[in-house]
């Protein structure tokens, strides 16, 4: 399964979990129309970390909080192997 | 008007009831005659007075060295087998020991310890001893780090509820614990049986559980008790099917109604019941109707017992607490009126408290209080989970999440996994303010369980 297939699928398991109802997830969306809380995102990059072995926003100390869902996915894309 | 009279354990030791027995995995050494015998090479004499370490290998040389010394010794400070050796020489100033009772005397040697007497088996024939004058008993709380505290009791207040329940009925129950009896849980087995007129089957931390079950029956045994975790493990283990002891008590973590439930179901002739105990606050009460927590009459006083919350803190002063922390920079032990502060936080719902953590233990979401325990006793309401741990993880985001290690039942489908994982977060939804919801459920083969049969919370 490809980086962004897992970080979408993870992304709708929680919004199942927490009642909420995405709009469709394009790269432009930004993270605060998806309807996530930051506790929400909390656990979306718990997951993942689980999921794919990287937090990208601890590893970096500078790095900001990505805006849109593309950035969102590019962090885990773009993680060194 | 005499003195008042002064009890020890020899005194509840005579000649008159045969067949009791002490016994461990190893040996059985007859109580019926034990006070002509000794464990000390007949030198109970030289430590008449003093102040007196016990440290020793196995239970059952601390049992009967316990009963040798009781009355005579000035005091008698219990080593739990897990007590880290740097803290000894504090332990010893702090309490003004004077001399050992070991099995290793070759280790005291060059210690400042003047007086050291070797506990040995087979026991050998010794004139019986007089009670002299009251022991004041010392017991090591069982904290995470550090010097551990010494807590100082008397004989009549660690039996202060064994003697208010009075004489067991039927035949002289045979006792057995999972616990150590050098700590307050196992202590109070152990002295149960000894002033019950019965027996006692004691633990080895070197044998496997199903082995352990095979002597507890082999032996009759009739009443046991252990911690939730204790429990936890022996109904995970397929080993309880061939146990049907009489009466089983949990005590020193919090009996949530999960394990309550599970006991019931597998031992479904016994009597269920969880008692609230600690170290420094002594034996509060016994629940036997078979629900979680505490019906909220038991606070005020009830059979001598006066409970009350502070701050959400469950508060206790009667007979039956410690009566000071010993040593040089010893903290005061109770507040200005007398009355323990347990730490162990209660919460009223309806007509009855519920135990929802340390306060010491509290984990921080996102700058919001979280109790483990209360989050995991509603992971533990599910059918298939046995036991689970609740921790915090750093989050980049809010700080701080939860996670939980959950360990599911004997048997259950792996397939199902995600299925019960779901049902899970579910439930902790349904029960639970959000922040205290995991966000990751991790299942696990096993949890870790302190010596004194606590799960681990290195976290904590």
């Given at each position: 399964m490809s980086v962004r297939s897992k970080v979408i699928e993870a992304i709708q398991q929680i919004a199942r979990e927490q009642h909420v109802t995405l709009p469709a997830l394009s790269d432009d969306l930004s993270l605060h129309e998806t309807g996530f809380d930051s506790l929400a995102f909390a656990i979306l990059v718990a997951r993942l970390e689980d999921e794919t072995g990287v937090d990208p926003f601890t590893i970096s100390e500078d790095a900001a909080f990505p805006a849109t869902v593309g950035d969102f996915v590019r962090a885990y894309e773009n993680v060194p192997a | 008007m005499s003195p008042r009279e002064i009890f020890a354990l020899r005194d509840h030791l005579g000649a008159e009831l045969k067949g009791r027995n002490l016994s461990d995995a190893h040996h059985v050494v007859s109580l019926?005659?034990?006070?002509?015998?000794?464990?000390?090479v007949g030198r109970l004499r030289e430590l008449s007075g003093r102040a007196v370490l016990l440290k020793l290998s196995d239970q059952l040389r601390s049992g009967l060295a316990m009963i040798e010394l009781d009355g005579i010794v000035r005091r008698m400070l219990l080593c739990p087998p897990d007590l880290d050796p740097a803290h000894l020489d504090a332990l010893i100033a702090d309490a003004g020991i004077d001399a050992v009772v070991t099995d290793e005397p070759d280790r005291w040697?060059?210690?400042?310890?003047?007086l050291v007497v070797t506990a040995q088996l087979p026991l050998q024939s010794t004139a019986p001893a007089q009670t002299e004058s009251a022991t004041e008993w010392l017991m090591l709380t069982s904290g995470t780090s550090g010097v551990p505290k010494i807590v100082g009791h008397t004989l009549e207040a660690l039996t202060g509820a064994i003697v208010a329940e009075g004489p067991a009925k039927g035949p002289a129950p045979v006792w057995a614990t999972f616990y150590d009896i050098r700590r307050y849980g196992g202590l109070q087995i152990f002295l149960r049986a000894v002033l019950s007129g019965g027996s006692m089957v004691l633990s080895d931390p070197h044998e496997a559980l199903a082995d352990h079950v095979a002597r507890l029956n082999a032996r009759g045994v009739s009443h046991i008790s252990g911690t939730p975790s204790h429990w936890r493990k022996l109904l995970m283990?397929?080993?309880?099917?061939?146990f049907a002891p009489g009466y089983v008590r949990l005590s020193g973590e919090i009996a949530d109604q999960a394990v309550l439930d599970g006991l019931k179901a597998a031992f479904p002739n016994s009597s269920v019941g969880h008692a609230y105990a600690s170290t420094e606050a002594g034996v509060g009460f016994a629940v036997n109707?078979?629900?979680?927590g505490f019906p909220a009459?038991?606070?005020?006083?009830r059979n001598g017992v006066e409970m009350k919350v502070v701050d959400g803190s469950l508060r206790i002063r009667s007979?039956?607490?410690?009566h000071a922390y010993i040593g040089r920079n010893a903290a005061a032990l109770t507040d200005g009126d007398g009355f323990v502060d347990s730490g162990d936080i209660v919460e009223l719902r309806g007509d009855r408290y519920y135990f929802v953590g340390r306060r010491g233990g509290i984990i921080n979401i996102g700058g919001l209080k979280v109790h483990p325990e209360e989050i995991e006793a509603a992971i533990n309401r599910h059918p298939d989970v046995r036991m689970s741990r609740a921790k915090s993880r750093r989050s980049p985001i809010t700080g701080g999440i939860v996670v939980a290690d959950v360990i599911l039942a004997d048997g259950t489908d792996q397939a199902r996994a995600k299925e019960i994982r779901d049902q899970i977060l579910d439930q902790c939804r349904a029960q639970l303010a959000s922040h205290k919801v995991p966000a990751v459920v991790r299942f696990v083969e096993a949890l870790d369980v302190t010596p004194a049969g606590k799960l681990a919370r290195t976290d904590a």
């Open positions: - | 019926t005659d034990i006070l002509s015998q000794t464990v000390l040697t060059a210690t400042g310890v003047s283990s397929g080993s309880a099917a061939q109707d078979g629900l979680e009459n038991y606070l005020g006083n007979t039956r607490t410690a």
